[in-house]
């Protein structure tokens, strides 16, 4: 089955822009439907956005829509989370995972954290 790496996250001004990633190995990520989850400290885990196996249907969460852009290059074996005008509240563990956005089953990355602050 598919592994799965975040990277890119770190520290931001509010304001500011990362760019997050998704390797995937043991599997190609074409057999997938994609999904970025983040949890903040105290919070439940939540959905911010999904994309079909190929890219050609996206979906994100309101309190990111017009912020956050999913995609994927299936060629590199990689999904990416683009994130625009951080926000403080967007500070959180960001997480990318396979299958529906309805469920917590499937599998999960490790996490990479976010931390929007001046």
């Known amino acids: 089955q598919v592994q799965l790496v975040e990277s890119g996250g770190g520290l931001v001004q509010p304001g500011g822009s990362l760019r997050l990633s998704c390797a995937a190995s043991?599997?190609?990520?074409?057999?997938?439907?994609m999904n970025w989850f983040r949890q903040a400290p105290g919070k439940e885990r939540e959905w911010v956005a999904l994309?079909?196996?190929?890219?050609?249907?996206?979906q994100v969460a309101d309190s990111v829509k017009g912020r956050f852009t999913i995609s994927r290059d299936n060629a590199k074996n990689t999904l990416y989370l683009q994130m625009n005008s951080l926000k403080s509240e967007d500070t959180a563990v960001y997480y990318c995972?396979?299958?529906?956005?309805?469920?917590?089953?499937?599998?999960w990355g490790q996490g990479t954290q976010v931390t929007v602050s001046s």
């Open positions: 995972k396979t299958g529906a956005r309805t469920t917590l089953d499937g599998i």
């Open positions: 994309t079909n196996w190929d890219g050609t249907f996206t």
């Open positions: 043991g599997r190609s990520l074409g057999s997938y439907a």
